[in-house]
């Protein structure tokens, strides 16, 4: 923010140049990088999400292979009145 407004909002050219090097300075010198040997996050945990996730997500599959199964008329079995209405496009 800082650099933002000296870049824009200074009229002089040295603080527009040190707006310009607050900016640029975090592209130049990097985030540090943590340890390589030290996981980000532990195995259980992870392990624990990816269950819960692929959970969830055959759950709300089989929410949406049942509502269309309940809204898609088989051959020869008329339509609800709301999805019929809905389809109708004379």
């Known amino acids: 923010m800082a ?3 000296l870049a ?15 900016m640029v300075a975090p592209h130049l010198l990097g985030a540090p990088q943590p340890p390589a ?3 980000v996050i532990p195995p259980d945990l992870a392990a ?3 269950a ?7 759950i709300g599959w089989l929410a949406l292979a049942s509502l269309l199964f309940r809204l898609m ?3 020869g079995r008329e ?3 709301a999805v019929a209405e809905a389809v109708d496009t004379r």
């Open 37 to 39: 040997s030290v996981p």
């Open 73 to 75: 008329p088989e051959d």
């Open 3 to 5: 650099g933002l407004f």
């Open 52 to 58: 819960r996730a692929l959970g969830l997500s055959l």
């Open 48 to 50: 624990l999400y990816s």
């Open 8 to 22: 824009s909002g200074v009229k002089s050219w040295l603080g527009r140049l040190a707006g310009l090097a607050l």
């Open 79 to 81: 339509q609800p009145t």
